[in-house]
């Protein structure tokens, strides 16, 4: 009887999500939302100090790099697409504004469309009449700055974890952050249903085009959207949200006073400062007594609040490269402003191409480094990799597996 070494093939084993960064020598973690906000408003104030349409596309493309190379998998990871479309429909709406409420400032003339005449209270608004080139092209910066601002900030609810980001609010706003957190996951909510209810649909054979496909989609995205709010209102009711019974009344007056007081010394301060004919008092020293009024009626309502916290986000390494790299590109832009702002603004009339400039380059490079300095985010679905094929499965010898197996035959 010969013997004869049994050949297994390998079994495919899923890698978990940090093993495929091994060679990395980075393991995969969730970076804290406050750093990707703190990029993100860094390059919306970048976008917000011009109407160039070339810096503002390369800073669309510089967010657009950064979400795809370290976003995760989670549902609001999911929605910058969404805001992508809604960018362009803005610009497109920008654009169609201006042709339709008088276009025709300009040398260059394009079309001729016959005017509405309107009545004698409506005078200085125009319905239709000549288009100008320089008019649309106005419209089409200011649209592309308008849309470039909300793209960096879809780029921060795409990346950021709205959950995580209600530890870094302080006590006494949990209540306003926890509404704004449940706004934030709306719209990624949705696209995750829509997707769902699609992929349910073509599993079924149903299909994908037309108005019964949109009245197919619409119904059960609806009745989702429903369940999952009431999920998340029995949720909210169970954890004690909105309970202020063992706070006393007059502690609550005081706080409600002190902090309403801190806002209007703020807006009444920051009018001081805007306003040059207003007394020095209500400029300055109102806007620090404000901020101090405010700032104190807030941590009077934080005691108030007792939270647990596990596992507290910290500011690491990585953190404070991703919120100094937003800063940086904003003063960037800023300086790049002072130094040559013609190019920044560039005029429609006359025509002219815009151009670049060193500072606005560096002030892109530099928005676009956390693609490579923050870490990769974990993923629940690894894709999984086989493991190393023995000699034994590819034909080669192996001595062992054959010593093994006629060691019994020798003690017979």
Same mark, same amino acid.
């Given at each position: 009887m ?5 050949v ?7 890698v978990?999500?940090? #093993?495929?960064?091994?060679?990395t020598?980075?393991?995969? !973690?969730?970076l804290?939302p406050g750093?990707?906000?703190c990029?993100? +408003?860094?390059l919306? &104030?970048a ?5 160039n349409?070339?810096p503002?596309?390369?800073?669309v493309?510089?967010?657009a790099l950064v ?5 995760g ?6 929605a *910058?697409?969404?805001y992508?479309?809604?960018? #362009?429909?803005?610009v497109?709406m920008?654009v169609? *504004? %201006?042709l339709?409420?008088?276009g ?6 394009l079309?001729?469309?016959p005017?509405?005449?309107?009545p004698a209270?409506?005078?200085g608004i125009?319905l ?12 089409f910066?200011d649209?592309?700055?308008?849309a470039t601002?909300?793209v ?5 609810n795409?990346?950021?974890n709205p959950?995580?980001?209600l530890?870094a609010v302080p006590g006494a706003?949990?209540?306003?952050s926890?509404?704004?957190v449940?706004?934030?996951s709306?719209?990624p909510? +949705?696209?995750e249903?829509?997707l769902?209810v699609r992929r349910?649909?073509?599993? !079924?054979?149903?299909p994908?085009?037309?108005l019964?496909?949109?009245r ?6 609806l009745a989702?959207?429903?369940?999952r709010?009431?999920?998340l @209102? @029995?949720?909210?009711?169970? %954890?004690?949200y909105? %309970? ?16 309403l007081a801190?806002?209007?010394?703020v807006?009444v301060g920051?009018?001081g400062l805007?306003d040059? &004919?207003v007394p020095g008092y209500?400029? +300055?020293?109102?806007l620090?007594?404000?901020?101090a &009024?405010?700032?104190a009626g807030?941590?009077?309502?934080g005691r108030?609040v007792r939270?647990s916290?596990?596992r507290?986000d ?7 490269a ?11 832009m800023t300086m #790049? ?5 013609e !190019?920044l ?21 530099v ?16 894709t999984p990799r086989p493991?190393p094929v023995?000699?034994?499965a590819?034909?080669g010898?192996?001595?062992t597996s ?11």
């Amino acid at each position: 009887m010969t013997d004869r070494a049994v050949v297994r093939p390998p079994a495919r084993v899923s890698v978990r999500s940090g #093993a495929g960064y091994a060679g990395t020598g980075r393991l995969p !973690r969730g970076l804290h939302p406050g750093a990707w906000w703190c990029w993100a +408003l860094g390059l919306a &104030t970048a976008a917000s100090h011009t109407t160039n349409p070339l810096p503002l596309a390369m800073i669309v493309a510089a967010a657009a790099l950064v979400v795809v190379r370290r976003r995760g998998d989670a549902p609001w990871a999911l929605a *910058f697409r969404m805001y992508l479309v809604l960018g #362009a429909v803005i610009v497109a709406m920008r654009v169609l *504004f %201006r042709l339709v409420f008088g276009g025709g400032q300009g040398d260059h003339v394009l079309l001729h469309l016959p005017e509405i005449p309107l009545p004698a209270w409506a005078a200085g608004i125009r319905l239709f009449g000549p288009v100008a080139a320089e008019q649309l092209l106005g419209g089409f910066y200011d649209g592309l700055r308008l849309a470039t601002m909300l793209v960096c900030l879809g780029a921060a609810n795409a990346l950021a974890n709205p959950k995580r980001l209600l530890k870094a609010v302080p006590g006494a706003l949990y209540a306003v952050s926890t509404a704004v957190v449940v706004a934030l996951s709306v719209a990624p909510q +949705l696209v995750e249903s829509v997707l769902r209810v699609r992929r349910a649909r073509r599993l !079924r054979g149903a299909p994908g085009h037309g108005l019964r496909a949109l009245r197919g989609i619409a119904l059960p995205v609806l009745a989702d959207a429903l369940d999952r709010s009431l999920a998340l @209102a @029995a949720a909210m009711d169970s %954890r004690g949200y909105g %309970r202020t019974a063992a706070v006393p009344a007059g502690q609550r007056a005081l706080t409600g006073a002190l902090v309403l007081a801190g806002l209007v010394g703020v807006c009444v301060g920051t009018y001081g400062l805007l306003d040059a &004919t207003v007394p020095g008092y209500l400029g +300055l020293p109102m806007l620090l007594g404000g901020l101090a &009024t405010a700032v104190a009626g807030m941590l009077l309502a934080g005691r108030q609040v007792r939270r647990s916290r596990y596992r507290p986000d910290r500011w690491r390494a990585a953190e404070l490269a991703v919120a100094g790299c937003g800063l940086a590109t904003a003063v960037v832009m800023t300086m #790049a402003g002072t130094v040559d702002p013609e !190019r920044l603004y560039p005029p429609v009339s006359p025509l002219t191409w815009p151009e670049l400039t060193p500072l606005v380059v560096l002030a892109v490079l530099v928005a676009v480094t956390p693609a490579w300095l923050a870490p990769p985010a974990p993923t629940t679905n690894p894709t999984p990799r086989p493991l190393p094929v023995p000699p034994s499965a590819t034909g080669g010898t192996d001595h062992t597996s054959r010593r093994d197996t006629a060691r019994p035959e020798a003690h017979r």
